[in-house]
């Protein structure tokens, strides 16, 4: 249970068991192995939307056709957000952290069903190349944009089919592993872990596997209707037979509003652990945070109209998601509260994982404002299908989630691998990522309420200083995302030996070795009292 | 093992929900065909739920389950049911 | 040894049932998710959703929710047999319950044939021809009944394993998980059918 490296142990990296080579990985139910080869498959297609963004962003930097058409544009922006969306950010960092830290925190071996696991990622893989191959077969990629808005993706002559197939496996998998990780939650816990001493990192993964859980199956079976639609003509959302295309966007934001918060909440778990352990200070407000996590997964299955506030829904019902978007903001903004309220006062070590744990403060911040914006009825009409929704989702997303992504990478790659990386090149990177990112979106808020429309290849020349500036952002952010990738990777080959704890973190995976043994912990621990205990540290000091 | 209990019920509540339940749809025909108007639909689902609560609470031992497991069926369908009532709020007051 | 050595791992009853449970509710939404088009639907064509329905035979319908009820009894007495050590009662409650699903698939399958015949079916010239809200009931006549079939097939298909392994003896008193949660999945698939019968059929 001490973190003695002078005792040898084997880590999971180096632990044989029936299956050799490659298939120690591929048919491996240890949750920190498919925690990993996630990460692996995650990173390798967040690499590849990337790419997509910087050559559309290359296309906008003038007017006119630059570097492609617009039916290629049509088919970019599409493939770019369903990699981004339901490869990368919905399952990203549940199926990383969540996968490799969930047992670790709460003090399990593994979680409540290892088969189940890889039988997730399994589909996950499948799901994911399929989006692929629907770029490369039948009449074309989708062009229709990851929404899939009737009635154009039932009447797109594109391969709509194969991306709609292709969505509804991935949210299986996203379904599958909620499933696990809720029954981890409730039957895993180490003794003496009650609900109340667990992690917050936990508590978000559990919220969150709740949403993934309820919400999916509603695309689930939306994504069949469309598919019987093109097929079939079955006529729900079709108004020549008496259907309606504006049911379809009620079906579709029922869950892709909770997704969101899929994609929002363990990013606000991860970063709650980072800030104790950086402050060296226990959590301000923890059960505050715990509820919040719920309240946040509640809330939000209310408030998917927002999406539609143009497209002729009754008024009464545009107030009530108005009201219940302002109040989804709150618990948000109780743990902005309680996130800064954790630093103040504290021991401050500006290492990567804080800078990007606070630069997601920052960005999230701004994303949440603009998302109130979009929230009130009267502003939402000039704003909406304008770039400057693009902006808000990048920054809650990208800025939010993408930064808290960064912030867990930097944070727990000691631990997952053993070795360091190079902590001035990661804090340079930071800073170059973090500028290109705000040079990238915040021209997009400005032009975006001057009435620069989303989803279009070419723009009036009044918006082409924005867009100017917003590729340039894009070139620089890129930069910094690749030298960020380069430390890593040099890191996972090269870098120096970890230590169990080098950043004096208090919760259960710092008292195991760099990387884990495969069981996780010698004997289960036993808890007593609430987690982000310094006292310990503060003996030691 | 706690919280299941192992012996499940005796095959003679079984049989007695099975009573019932035949019971409830016959009684959900017959009533469909008088003509109650806006009520016929109410009073059908009515049934329909009654029985749905009874297929869960004792074919699927709902009933000696854990207080959690009881929450969260409780609490799925009233989650479904929120959802429901607000898509309405758009249908019906247009 | 390490746990993940053990191919054969016994997940903990209480684990396993709460895993089903949750996947319970997933069914739930997916069927939920029709049952709302159904509701809007309904809401804006009452009328032709009655006319629609009288084309239903009431008859067969009722007649599969007594199988499907008349099956889920058979199914949890099987499973407090094997709780009671008698997989002789189980293996042949089992096989009455897997003989109600056929006749209930057997049905459907009249009842499609019927319906494909008259030209009812997505897409058909027929259904065009119908007020749209007839064509929209059918729609999700099909959709439903379907998707649900469909649940039925993977019911029988989990109802089997569990007949041959209680035959085999690997389901037995002391383990038995695999059985009960197929039971529970059973469940299921008789509780959608609860709802499905109402809207479908007793809509006049």
């Given at each position: 249970m001490a973190a003695d490296e002078k005792e040898p142990y084997t880590s999971f990296l180096e632990h044989k068991g029936s299956h050799h080579g490659i298939w120690s990985w591929l048919m491996s139910t240890d949750h920190k192995k498919i925690g990993l080869m996630y990460f692996y498959v995650i990173a390798a297609f967040f690499f590849i939307g990337a790419t997509l963004g910087v050559l559309m962003r290359t296309e906008l930097i003038a007017q006119g056709e630059t570097i492609m058409g617009p039916q290629t544009y049509n088919g970019f922006f599409t493939v770019h957000g369903i990699i981004m969306i339901f490869i990368i950010v919905i399952p990203g960092l549940s199926v990383i952290f969540g996968n490799f830290f969930l047992p670790i925190l709460i003090g399990?071996?593994?979680?409540?069903f290892p088969k189940l696991n890889l039988l997730s990622f399994y589909l996950f893989v499948t799901g994911a190349l399929l989006a692929v191959i629907s770029q490369f077969t039948g009449d074309g990629p989708p062009d229709t944009g990851w929404s899939f808005y009737v009635p154009y993706s039932v009447k797109s002559a594109t391969n709509v089919i194969f991306a709609l197939t292709a969505a509804f496996i991935l949210g299986f998998s996203s379904i599958l592993t909620g499933l696990n990780f809720i029954v981890t939650t409730h039957r895993m816990r180490a003794p003496g872990m009650t609900f109340f001493r667990m992690p917050l990192f936990p508590w978000s993964i559990y919220a969150t596997a709740w949403i993934q859980v309820l919400a999916t199956p509603i695309i689930g079976i939306t994504l069949l209707m469309v598919i019987a639609e093109r097929v079939f003509n079955i006529g729900f959302f079709d108004p020549a037979l008496g259907g309606d295309p504006v049911l379809y966007q009620h079906l579709f934001w029922i869950y892709s509003h909770p997704a969101v918060y899929i994609m929002i909440l363990p990013a606000m778990g991860v970063v709650t652990e980072i800030f104790p352990t950086f402050s060296q200070k226990p959590v301000f407000g923890y059960v505050a945070i715990a509820i919040s996590s719920l309240a946040i997964a509640f809330i939000g299955y209310f408030v998917w109209g927002h999406h539609m506030f143009t497209s002729g829904t009754s008024y009464l019902s545009r107030l009530f998601f108005s009201l219940l978007t302002f109040l989804v903001a709150v618990p948000s903004a109780i743990k902005v509260f309680n996130w800064l309220s954790t630093m103040y006062g504290g021991s401050i070590d500006l290492k990567p994982p804080l800078l990007y744990a606070i630069g997601f403060i920052f960005l999230f911040a701004i994303g949440g404002f603009t998302g109130l914006i979009q929230g009130a009825l009267a502003t939402n009409i000039q704003v909406h299908d304008t770039s400057f929704v693009v902006a808000h989702f990048h920054y809650i997303i990208f800025g939010g989630m993408g930064f808290a992504a960064f912030a867990g990478i930097h944070y727990w790659f000691p631990k997952m691998f053993g070795k360091m990386y190079n902590i001035k090149i990661a804090n340079i990177a930071f800073a170059i990522i973090f500028t290109g990112f705000n040079f990238l979106y915040f021209p997009q808020l400005i032009i975006g309420i001057q009435g620069m429309p989303r989803r279009y290849f070419d723009y009036l020349p009044q918006f082409t200083p924005g867009q100017v500036v917003s590729s340039i952002g894009a070139y620089i952010l890129v930069t910094g995302l690749l030298m960020m990738l380069i430390n890593l990777l040099y890191a996972g080959r090269k870098g120096a030996k970890a230590s169990a704890n080098p950043w004096h973190g208090v919760t259960l995976e710092w008292k195991i070795p760099s990387p884990p043994p495969v069981e996780n912990f010698d004997t289960l621990p036993e808890i007593t009292g609430r987690p982000y205990n310094f006292d310990e540290n503060l003996k030691n000091n | 093992m706690k919280n299941t209990d192992t012996h499940g019920s005796g095959y003679a509540v079984y049989a007695i929900v099975l009573v019932v339940l035949l019971v409830l749809t016959t009684l959900s025909v017959v009533i469909t065909s008088v003509h109650l108007g806006a009520f016929t639909v109410g009073f059908a689902l009515l049934i329909a739920v009654i029985k749905v609560g009874a297929v869960i609470s004792f074919f699927m031992h709902l009933r000696s389950e854990n207080r959690f497991l009881k929450l969260a069926v409780a609490g799925v369908f009233t989650l479904y049911g929120l959802v429901v009532v607000i898509t309405f709020i758009d249908y019906l007051f247009r | 040894m390490s746990k993940h050595d053990v191919h054969m791992e016994h997940i903990d009853r209480d684990t396993g049932k709460l895993g089903m449970w949750i996947f319970l509710f997933t069914e739930m939404f997916l069927f939920g998710g029709l049952f709302l088009v159904y509701a809007v639907f309904r809401n804006g064509h009452s009328e032709d959703f009655h006319a629609a329905a009288d084309d239903l035979n009431t008859f067969i319908g009722t007649m599969n929710t007594v199988f499907l009820l008349t099956s889920s009894l058979t199914v949890a007495m099987a499973i407090s047999a094997v709780q009671k050590n008698d997989n002789v009662l189980a293996f042949r409650l089992v096989i009455i319950t897997l003989l109600l699903a056929t006749l209930f698939m057997a049905d459907k399958y009249i009842e499609w044939s019927h319906e494909f015949r008259s030209g009812i079916y997505p897409g058909s010239q027929v259904l065009k021809n119908m007020p749209h809200g007839e064509l929209l009931f059918f729609g999700l006549y099909f959709m439903m009944t379907g998707l649900h079939a469909l649940h039925v097939f993977i019911g029988m298909i989990l109802l089997t394993v569990s007949l041959i392994k209680i035959r085999k003896g690997n389901i037995n008193y002391e383990h038995y998980l695999l059985f009960e949660n197929s039971g529970l999945y059973w469940h299921l698939v008789d509780l959608i059918w609860i709802f499905l019968f109402p809207l479908l059929y007793l809509v006049t």
């Open positions: 399990a071996r593994d979680v409540a | - | -």
